[in-house]
């Protein structure tokens, strides 16, 4: 594979690490390490006060925008004023010469509406499923101008686009050597995610109210009234909040739990929490739509319960002891390493390159 000098942009609603841009920073930060093992030159270009260990990161200023998730679909495509994307893409603009490809993360109608001017080409990776009608008909649009150009994570996250049958199923991958296997756990359970009303942590906490088993949430707080809402909520349930974790914290605890609760109330792109559990050798209960349902095998990595049933979650629950903790590792090393994820980005952005 020749050497290719990629330029990265990445998501615009949160610095890098700040926990803000959810999976997809943890998506951008492994692929900045494996395509730089894989000696490509990799630049990336965030909002200021973005940080990755190794990462050679451009900080532009400007105001963040609002995530498209806790928006309606049908409103009108804004821009702050001083926006750090068109700053970011002003960036790109202006060095795009100096690289064979560029990379687009953010969840955005600007960088779609930009491609057709761009003598670089734009591989545009798209982080969640359908969520407003005009970054649909933008994206649309690209996809058949540029059928190869956009990426996705799952087959059920494409299935949300009209446009889905062009996209190019990519998966994700972690960097397995971080998380360390633990067969035997505490009788605990663990929720992981942005702290927001998509995310449904309510049902998680429901069920451990339930049970009676302790529930440690991770995340970031997004919406601080709706984390209150459920503290007040549930004043019995024995939960937890432990933080926003590095990824190395992070596996510590998780890896200590019985098992992961994922209870999305939307069509969850793919769920990179799901694989950082396998890793350590915690089964997942989720709810059977999204990403998640590609990812879990029933009643052998975990269980996938009717979506927002709290009963299905409480009985999945139960279930965990028939779970082999092997298993859950080994799916996590056979489908999700760094390298079987780095060939199918590697592939696609050589195809678009091309």
Known sequence: MITMKILILSTSVGALSSGIGGGVELTIYNLIQEMQRRNHIVKVIAPQGSFFPYADIVEIEGN????????????PTIMPENSVLANMWEYARKVQSDYDILV???????????TPFFETAIAHFISMGSLSDSLDQIMGEIARKYPQNLGVYTQSQAKTFPFGD????????????????????????????????????????????????????????????????ILRQYPKAPIEYKGFLST????????????????????????????????????????ARGGPAEIITDGKTGFLVIPDS????????HR??????????????????????????????????N
């Open 310 to 317: 709290i009963d299905g979650l409480v009985t999945a629950i």
């Open 320 to 353: 965990l002891p028939q779970i082999n903790r092997h298993d859950c590792r080994q799916c996590a090393e056979e489908i999700y390493s760094l390298t079987a994820w780095g060939n199918n980005f590697e592939l696609w952005l050589e195809a678009i390159r």
């Open 248 to 287: 190395i914290n992070l596996q510590k605890e998780l890896g200590n739990c019985q098992g992961l609760l994922m209870t999305p109330r939307w069509v969850e792109a793919f769920g990179n929490v799901a694989i950082e559990a396998l890793a350590c050798g915690v089964p997942v209960i989720s709810y």
């Open 166 to 229: 062009v996209c190019q199923i990519l998966g994700s991958g972690i960097d397995l050597s971080i998380y360390e296997f633990r067969e035997k756990a505490d009788k605990k359970l663990a929720w992981l995610g942005r702290i927001a009303p998509e995310k449904a942590l309510e049902d998680a906490v429901k069920a451990s109210e339930i049970t009676q088993i302790p529930l440690l949430i991770f995340g970031k707080i997004q919406n601080q009234e709706y984390w209150q809402n």
């Open 64 to 75: 963040l925008h609002i995530p498209a998730q806790t928006q309606t679909r049908d409103i």
């Open 104 to 114: 687009n993360f953010a969840f955005d109608w600007l960088p779609f509406y930009l």
